[in-house]
């Protein structure tokens, strides 16, 4: 049995009753034969587009590059997402035949293009490699982008001084614990609240081949705390310091990944071939560095979302905004928030994160009242 307390984006009751009708049925047996409700990037049918996988070490400008390339090849965007990491970056990009608007199905076409890609995605130093793929499957875009990057190791922090600086305030703080008494692996998170969160850990466990027997979540102010009663799928607890470590930083590297460094630009003008082409290109001659994207069709519109560091990972001051702002179009593009890790980091606390900080909620204390959790001494 599981219970969740839920809220919409603006923290009131959920009301609409279209999304609580599409929330049920989604849990429904038949949930995977549902079209998707959002309109951007998100679960993309087969018959409408192509999807094309991108791995590879970041760099100022790539994504600039990955656009050209696909603009030379006759490929209209359609929708993308973005997501990069100490030093990695990964993207589905949703692209349909200029002249067609078809998806492209062309086997030379589809090797034209994957050759082109992994080209300009080969970087000097990049020991990984680059990955280059293209589908035509159904796709959870946000959940394949966990897959993509947990498969390209991100969650391995670099040795050379060239990783993310996140600061240590915003970091989450993961602990795992055996209980011997019960089986189970005892798997605590706290970090800053925020959409998804919940997504994106589950579903991080799930693809480490762990299973959740019992969990609590717990929003409070700023902060969100997780416990999960874990055992892998053969059985066992974490049996091992290695994997112990593995799993905390495959949980940090979950919880940080979807959340970019940098300052929110968003764009929405008519959509057409070429635009993010074009877009990139600009913010790539101005020195700014994308560290997260957000692309989608909207009829014959393009909403996009970016954010842009310079290219040190620095923030970008405002003359340079400006200028790009003049350059693309006043109206057009528009500065919103930085990202949310950037707004309040979470205050500071004297006391040691425990399972005793955690029993907070009504879920907390049902699962104490059947045994699962102990109570602290």
């Known amino acids: 049995m599981a219970v969740f307390h839920v809220i919409d984006k603006d923290g009131n009751k959920v009301r609409d009753e279209q999304v609580i009708e599409y929330i049920q049925q989604s849990l429904g047996t038949n949930a995977c034969l549902l079209p998707s ?4 990037v998100g679960v993309k049918a087969a018959a409408e587009h192509t999807a094309i996988e991108l791995t590879a070490r970041d760099r100022p400008g790539l994504l600039s590059e990955v656009f050209a390339v696909l603009t030379d090849l006759n490929c209209n965007v359609v929708a993308a997402e973005v997501w990069t990491h100490n030093t990695r970056v ?12 078809a998806p492209i199905d062309d086997s030379e076409k589809l090797s034209m293009i994957k050759l082109q890609l992994c080209s300009v995605l080969k970087g000097d ?3 990984r490699g680059a990955k280059t793929a293209v589908s035509m499957v159904i796709t959870h875009t946000e959940r394949r982008l966990h897959q993509m990057m947990f498969a390209d190791r991100d969650y391995e922090r670099a040795h050379n001084g060239s990783a993310e600086c996140r600061s240590d305030q ?5 602990t795992l614990q055996n209980c011997v008494e019960k089986g189970y692996s005892v798997v605590n998170v706290k ?12 579903c991080t466990l799930t693809d480490m081949q762990y299973v959740v027997f019992h969990g609590t979540v717990d929003a409070e102010g700023p902060d969100a705390y997780q416990e999960y009663y874990i055992r892998h799928i053969d059985g ?10 593995r799993v905390i930083h495959c949980l940090e590297a979950a919880i940080e990944r979807r959340v970019p460094e940098g300052l929110r630009l968003e764009l929405c003008s008519g959509d057409r071939v070429g635009l993010l082409s074009d877009v990139t290109r600009i913010f790539r001659e101005n020195g700014l560095s994308v ?3 957000e692309v989608s069709t909207r009829g014959d519109k393009a909403v996009n979302a970016f954010y842009v560091t310079d290219a040190a990972g620095n923030p970008v001051n405002a003359k340079t905004i400006e200028a790009v702002r003049s350059e693309i179009g006043q109206t057009i593009l528009e500065v919103k928030e930085s990202s949310i890790y950037s707004k309040s980091p979470p205050e500071e606390t004297g006391g040691k994160f425990s399972l005793g900080n955690l029993f907070r909620s009504s879920s907390e204390r049902f699962l104490y009242n059947l045994g699962f959790i102990k109570s602290p001494s």
């Open 125 to 127: 130093n990049d020991k």
């Open 90 to 101: 990964a993207a589905v990009v949703y692209v349909t035949d200029e002249l067609t608007g």
């Open 291 to 293: 560290t997260g994207a």
């Open 191 to 202: 970090c800053k609240d925020r959409p998804k969160l919940l997504f994106d850990t589950v």
């Open 37 to 40: 409700m959002r309109r951007s």
């Open 236 to 245: 066992c607890p974490v049996n091992s310091e290695a994997e112990r470590r």
């Open 170 to 174: 915003l970091r989450p703080v993961v």
